[in-house]
């Protein structure tokens, strides 16, 4: 007999990433995960670089150094982060800690995918909320809650629409729902916003002890491959994470770079002006070419091609493919007639336009 595997498993798709290569071709243009064009610090790589000598010690559980380097930049009490492996550490945690069988994890209709993993993982019922014009929707996810929701996962900005709430709407949330849902306010691209009406969510985890923030190193501090994130909590879901995580959940010199990364802001500003500058212009450049180019708060813009299958979203993907582009297919996330792209450089994107015009004109 097989071993028995717990109920809820085997309904779990695997998260696919967006792909790094395409067969037969050296240099591909990698617009499928929204990785920083920049890379990263060169003084992250070296603080990275540093530690090829130390690889037989074990990292610092505690994750003293960058939690104090976190607290310092973004004026947060240290004792209230937690890091992780990748802010999908964290999505799992939080998950295993709050939710179990029987219960609901809420998530907007287009929201993370692994927010439906973590939830179907641990036995609970992900329950997805509708969502108007791309955006999560507040009065669709209050209405979606019920005595049995545990977590209410909100992407903000939102991956891969690049849709986002105000802050007024999130509060409006954490206002409405019952105190014992934890809302995790997922800001995994909050260094790239600049409206003004935009709050990351750490003034609600302040505000009360049911709210968490999630932060990543992988998106404009390009440290993906280190698998690098961090949680702002009330310090009873500090306390929580920091009895189910495991004890060195991150490496020594993703702590090292992340520290590093951290300390070089003229970087992260120029990994920001690069995105202001070519975001708009890709979006200008699409709309031009008479596609749907959402807008985006973030580093990646969904592009939503036409209904019939010559001119559609696969077709596309198949055509910058050949010209060794490789954007993100949506189908997973529920917008088959989609495409996410990642906010290269210049040639990136001027490559891509000239590709989807190519396509376009047939
Ligand atoms: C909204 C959102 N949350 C979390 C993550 C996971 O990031 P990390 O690399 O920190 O695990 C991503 C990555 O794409 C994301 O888009």
New binding site residues.
């Given amino acids: 007999m097989a071993p028995i595997v717990r109920p809820g498993i085997l309904d779990i798709a695997p998260y696919v990433g967006g792909e790094a290569g395409l067969a037969g071709r050296q240099r591909v243009i990698r617009l499928a995960?929204?990785e920083s064009p920049l890379g990263p610090s060169p003084r992250a790589a070296e603080a990275y670089r540093a530690l090829a000598g130390e690889l037989h010690r074990y990292p610092d559980g505690g994750a003293h150094a960058l939690r104090e380097a976190i607290g310092r930049t973004f004026d947060l009490d240290p004792a209230r982060i937690v890091c992780g492996a990748?802010?999908?550490?964290l999505?799992g945690l939080l998950t295993r800690a709050y939710a179990g069988p029987g219960d609901e994890v809420l998530f907007s209709r287009h929201g993370?995918l692994?927010y439906a993993i973590a939830a179907k993982s641990v036995g609970a019922t992900p329950v997805a909320a509708a969502e108007r014009d791309l955006t999560a929707d507040v009065d669709a996810l209050i209405a979606a809650t019920t005595a049995r929701t545990r977590i209410l996962f909100l992407?903000n900005p939102?991956?891969p629409t690049g849709s986002l709430l105000p802050a007024d709407a999130v509060q409006r949330l954490r206002e409405a729902l019952p105190d014992d849902v934890l809302l995790v306010v997922?800001a995994?691209?909050a260094e790239y916003v600049s409206r003004n009406d935009y709050e990351p969510g750490d003034a609600l985890v302040d505000a009360g002890d049911n709210v968490v923030m999630?932060r990543?190193?992988?998106?404009i501090y390009g440290l993906?491959a280190l698998?690098?994130?961090w949680a702002y909590c009330p310090p009873s879901v500090a306390d929580v994470l920091n009895r189910v995580r495991g004890p060195f959940n991150v490496a020594a010199p993703a702590l090292a770079a992340g520290v590093a990364a951290l300390a070089d802001a003229e970087h992260t500003r120029a990994a920001r002006e690069s995105n202001d500058r070519w975001l708009p212009w890709f979006r200008d450049q699409a709309g031009a070419l008479g596609l749907t180019a959402w807008p985006s708060a973030g580093n990646f813009v969904l592009l939503q091609f036409a209904a019939d299958p010559a001119r559609g979203a696969d077709a596309a993907c198949l055509f910058l493919n050949a010209r060794g582009i490789i954007p993100r297919r949506m189908a997973a996330y529920g917008l088959p007639d989609c495409l996410r792209v990642t906010i290269g450089g210049e040639a990136d994107m001027g490559a891509v336009v000239d590709a989807l015009a190519a396509f376009v004109a047939g």
């Fill in positions: 995960s929204n990748g802010s999908d550490e999505i993370f692994m992407a939102n991956n997922d995994a691209y999630l990543t190193f992988s998106k993906a698998r690098l994130g």
